[in-house]
């Protein structure tokens, strides 16, 4: 099983920004659909993005459409999350996963196969 390690949490200003970064443990997880959910006090976890294994396609969730932007790098095998004009209600615990799955399926759900501990994101009003 694949291990994630996120990093770039913090605090921020709204209308701040934020750089959400995830390391995975084996180079197998250049060939993993990798994502990112969210999860605030007393909140469902709830989907944010998703990337497909080549990167060509993603997926957002419409309350961070055109604020967020999902991005990977295979050579790295890392995937990162730009968080940009962010609002008092993006404030989370923020997870990155991975599943075999393609990003068509995997987004549709949160059965993936591979967590993060989490990182937390803040922001102020």
């Known amino acids: 099983q694949v291990q994630l390690v996120e990093s770039g949490g913090g605090l921020v200003q709204a209308g701040g920004s934020l750089r959400l970064s995830c390391a995975a443990s084996e180079r197998t997880f250049s060939y993993y659909t990798k994502g990112w959910f969210r999860q605030a006090p007393g909140k469902e976890r709830e989907f944010v993005a998703a990337i497909s294994r080549s990167g060509g396609s993603t997926y957002y969730a419409d309350s961070v459409k055109g604020r967020f932007t999902i991005s990977r790098d295979n050579a790295k095998n890392t995937v990162t999350l730009q968080a940009n004009s962010l609002k008092p209600e993006d404030t989370a615990v923020y997870y990155c996963?991975?599943?075999?799955?393609?990003?068509?399926?995997?987004?549709?759900?949160?059965?993936?196969?591979?967590w993060g501990q989490g990182t937390q994101v803040t922001v102020s009003s």
């Open positions: 996963a991975a599943d075999p799955r393609t990003a068509a399926d995997a987004y549709r759900d949160s059965r993936w196969v591979s």
